[in-house]
Nanobody
Framework: QVQLVESGGGLVQPGGSLRLSCAASGIFFSARTMGWYRQAPGKERELVAS???????TYTDSVKGRFTISRDNARTTVYLQMNSLKPEDTAVYYC??????????WGQGTRVTVSS
């Protein structure tokens, strides 16, 4: 059974940092591109960052230079280090991968609130 379990969200002040984790099970993790999406209230879900099986990363423009995605294949975990957080980063963050048979797989989400 495929599971993606996020953790690490919370309340942080502007300028602060958080590290999100997504523990994956039931998949051939090292072969999969992993992504972090977010959905703010009243907005569509957007891709924040992704990391391929070879370690190639992509970022949406609004987080470049502030967020870093990484993976630990031995721990089957993908991370999102978020620095210099802004109120507009407030959202529910979701872990994602796409499998050949099952298609899109999502975690349950972890809420990030950036507020003073």
């Amino acid at each position: 059974q495929v599971q993606l379990v996020e953790s690490g969200g919370g309340l942080v002040q502007p300028g602060g940092s958080l590290r999100l984790s997504c523990a994956a099970s039931g998949i051939f993790f090292s072969a999969r591109t992993m992504g972090w999406y977010r959905q703010a209230p009243g907005k569509e879900r957007e891709l924040v960052a992704s990391i391929s099986s070879s370690g190639t990363t992509t970022y949406t423009d609004s987080v470049k230079g502030r967020f870093t995605i990484s993976r630990d294949n031995a721990r089957t975990t993908v991370y999102l280090q978020m620095n210099s957080l802004k109120p507009e980063d407030t959202a529910v963050y979701y872990c994602h991968t796409r499998l050949p048979v099952q298609g899109d797989c999502w975690g349950q989400g972890t809420r990030v609130t950036v507020s003073s």
